[in-house]
């Protein structure tokens, strides 16, 4: 088992990394935290998809010296997804913080049980 363990590292790193993120997500009850374990969630899903796309002995999808037999390189799909996901996980990221911002320039905390009660009072004496 440690010997498989060893031999793929670059998957046990990325499920770690998943974990801790979801762990923090659960867990953590201010908002940047989360946010936080939001970002190390993406990473352990982008170096999962990395190390799976990644065959070692071949090279990049780039035909030189005139060898085309597709056997001779990785295939550009996860790359390409990881790419991909990297773009929306800085979209993400960026509108998650403007959303914080807001919520602490009118609540003054970003601990969730303090703006959940916070709203639930200006909702009751409207």
């Given at each position: 088992?440690?010997?498989?363990?060893?031999?793929?590292?670059?998957?046990?790193?990325?499920?770690i990394?998943?974990?801790?993120?979801?762990?923090?997500?659960?867990?953590?009850?201010?908002?940047?935290?989360?946010?936080?374990?939001?970002?190390?969630?993406?990473?352990?899903?982008?170096?999962?998809?990395?190390?799976?796309?990644?065959?070692?002995?071949?090279?990049?999808?780039?035909?030189?010296?005139?060898?085309?037999?597709?056997?001779?390189?990785?295939?550009?799909?996860?790359?390409?997804?990881?790419?991909?996901?990297?773009?929306?996980?800085?979209?993400?990221?960026?509108?998650m913080?403007?959303?914080?911002?807001?919520?602490?320039?009118?609540?003054?905390?970003?601990q969730?049980?303090?703006?959940?009660e916070?709203?639930?009072?200006?909702?009751?004496?409207?």
């Amino acid at each position: 088992m440690l010997a498989n363990l060893l031999a793929n590292y670059e998957e046990a790193v990325a499920v770690i990394l998943f974990g801790i993120g979801f762990t923090m997500l659960l867990f953590q009850n201010n908002l940047f935290k989360k946010l936080i374990g939001l970002n190390i969630m993406d990473t352990g899903t982008f170096l999962f998809l990395a190390s799976m796309g990644y065959i070692r002995g071949r090279k990049a999808p780039i035909i030189t010296d005139g060898v085309t037999d597709a056997a001779a390189y990785i295939n550009p799909v996860p790359a390409g997804l990881v790419l991909t996901g990297i773009v929306v996980s800085v979209s993400v990221t960026a509108i998650m913080l403007s959303l914080t911002v807001r919520l602490y320039r009118r609540y003054h905390t970003l601990q969730l049980d303090e703006i959940y009660e916070m709203s639930k009072h200006q909702t009751e004496d409207r």
